[in-house]
T-cell receptor, first 115, second 113 residues
Framework: AQSVSQHNHHVILSEAASLELGCNYS??????LFWYVQYPGQHLQLLLK??????LVKGIKGFEAEFIKSKFSFNLRKPSVQWSDTAEYFC?????????????FGAGTRLFVKA | NAGVTQTPKFQVLKTGQSMTLQCAQD?????MYWYRQDPGMGLRLIYY???????DKGEVPNGYNVSRLNKREFSLRLESAAPSQTSVYFC????????????FGPGTRLTVT
């Protein structure tokens, strides 16, 4: 069955530190990959997405992610985090399943950035 | 353009009570979804509607029913609420099922006592 793993459930960083959040998925076929962010008290919104082409994709607010097909990974990075990046981050994978296409979300990573 | 709207924002139910969560989108999207979000478990799909007139079970459908009333509206019903259904419920929509990003509503925080 298709699954998405986010390795870190909680991450605490100081401002200006670099960030890398891991995401691995288990699915052998063609996938579309997403990172969503949920700021405190707000709904989920799209951070970035990968469908095809350049495996390094850039999103909003200085975030980027790299798709490494051989490792089934789509890790999220940011060179220098800010206090305002405090949020929960979800990796999601969209792929063909029995009966159509489904999107599976990871369990999420809570990031706290200390000012 | 309101995007995806959900009502109510908060609800407290007693065990055995029923209620309907409402969701509407104004983006002319074909697909709509209901998720529940629980700590440490991410978002789990309850039901989805790939297009108007169709609904399908997701990962955790037990205890829920849905209605795709028209292209805009997709409601989630709890017939007999249980404490295990205490959660935050999110509605989402997308242009299609494949390769399209989902747009989320603000969520409904439901507590069942």
């Amino acid at each position: 069955a298709q699954s998405v793993s986010q390795h870190n459930h909680h991450v605490i960083l100081s401002e200006a530190a670099s960030l890398e959040l891991g995401c691995n998925y288990s699915y052998g076929g063609t996938v579309n990959l997403f990172w969503y962010v949920q700021y405190p008290g707000q709904h989920l919104q799209l951070l970035l997405k990968y469908f095809s082409g350049d495996p390094l994709v850039k999103g909003i607010k200085g975030f980027e992610a790299e798709f490494i097909k051989s490792k089934f990974s789509f890790n999220l990075r940011k060179p220098s985090v800010q206090w305002s990046d405090t949020a929960e981050y979800f990796c999601a994978v969209n792929a063909r399943n029995t009966g159509g296409f489904k999107t599976i979300f990871g369990a999420g990573t809570r990031l706290f950035v200390k000012a | 353009n309101a995007g995806v709207t959900q009502t109510p924002k908060f609800q407290v139910l007693k065990t055995g009570q029923s209620m309907t969560l409402q969701c509407a989108q104004d983006m002319n999207h074909n697909s709509m979804y209901w998720y529940r979000q629980d700590p440490g478990m991410g978002l789990r799909l309850i039901y989805y509607s790939a297009s108007e007139g169709t609904t399908d079970k997701g990962e955790v459908p037990n205890g829920y029913n849905v209605s795709r009333l028209n292209k805009r509206e997709f409601s989630l019903r709890l017939e007999s609420a249980a404490p295990s259904q205490t959660s935050v419920y999110f509605c989402a929509s997308s242009s299609g099922q494949y390769s399209y990003e989902q747009y989320f509503g603000p969520g409904t925080r439901l507590t069942v006592t």
